[in-house]
């Protein structure tokens, strides 16, 4: 039984927590809170034992609640921790990770130099198998992967051209934005989301661009595929819709056209948060010609990369194969793949 540590309980480090919590090979040991905040007092309430900074004591006591214990405490109990915390704070921890002797699982938020291997459980499993220290990249990252590495298999690709059209905030963070605008993030090209995708598909041709809109529900990727072969677009709906973590939707047959629309749809499946840890292709939009494909997707960013985070665990420890490892997450999960309404 793997022990898991979570630094970090937000939006992603909640999400692992529930989800460590369903696997039947390891059990979450504490999570960390460094804000005396609704976050910590539902954590308490779940049945988590909260861990802090000492530093953060005070705050804490002064809002009436209760922890197991300092941060400390929580890495001497743990075979690996998965860091949660926000972007760039991950780095800092990384020497304390080292010093107690454990493993950790970093966010895309980190640079790719804070682990030996950025991850995604499809494209290179085998090749983060026994690290140390593990990168899950982002959220757009993640969804572009997994159909590109779809698509690799059978039709090798010569480039690819994405236009990520991203939430500008996630639900809870009221600070963010934009509010009334359409912003290109960041103003150039290719944006970041190309690199990442290139530290996992390591001599892909690909190039991307971003623009940030005022919504917090989800992300757009509308993706242009250069193979060197012809495929047919029946062939290449088989493929994507065999593909785990891939579903489908028939827009002209249900109506679905929007990220709310697919929201609601999680909803009434009794999805946990509403969370939607596939890919959501919209099958209509797939178009081939020749040797070029087309087609739009929609990504969950609160939810998307945690299923990746309990097989980059089961690599990291050497536990399972990778299939093996899929398999069982999206069992646990209830995560689809093909063609669900």
Known sequence: ???????????????????????????IIGVVKTKPDYEALTAIRKGYDLYIPKDREKDFREKK??????????????????DATPAGVGAKYKDLYERNGLKAVFQGGEKESVAEVSFNALANYEEAFGKRF?????????????????????????????VIIRRGADPK????????????????????????????LKDLDIVTMAIATPTTLMHIHTIFIETYDKISRDRLIDVLSDTPRIILVDSNRTGIKSTSQ??????????????????????????VDGEEIMLSQAIHQEAIVIPENIDAIRASLSLKKRDESINETDKKLNILRGEVL
């Not at 309980?9 to 999400?15: F, S």
């Not at 197991?68 to 075979?79: A, N, Q, V």
């Not at 912003?183 to 690199?195: N, R």
Request: hydrophobic share 40%; charged share 30%.
């Open 1 to 27: 039984m793997i022990r898991v540590g979570v630094n970090g309980y937000g939006t992603i480090g909640k999400r692992v927590a529930d989800a460590v919590s369903k696997q039947e090979d390891m059990k």
């Open 173 to 200: 963070e009221i600070d963010k934005g934009p509010i009334n605008s359409l912003t290109l993030d960041p103003p150039k090209i290719p944006s970041h989301h190309a690199h990442d995708v290139k530290t996992v």
């Open 262 to 287: 697919i929201i609601e749809l999680a909803r009434d499946l009794g999805r946990e948060r509403y969370d939607i840890y596939e890919n959501v292709i919209f099958r209509d939009t797939i178009h």
């Open 134 to 162: 593990i990168r899950v990249v982002s959220c757009n990252t993640t969804g572009l992967i997994r159909v590109i590495w779809s698509i690799n298999r059978i039709a090798p690709i010569k480039r690819v051209r994405a």
């Open 65 to 82: 609640i209760d922890f197991k214990g300092f941060i400390e405490e929580l890495f001497e109990k743990s075979d690996i921790i998965v």
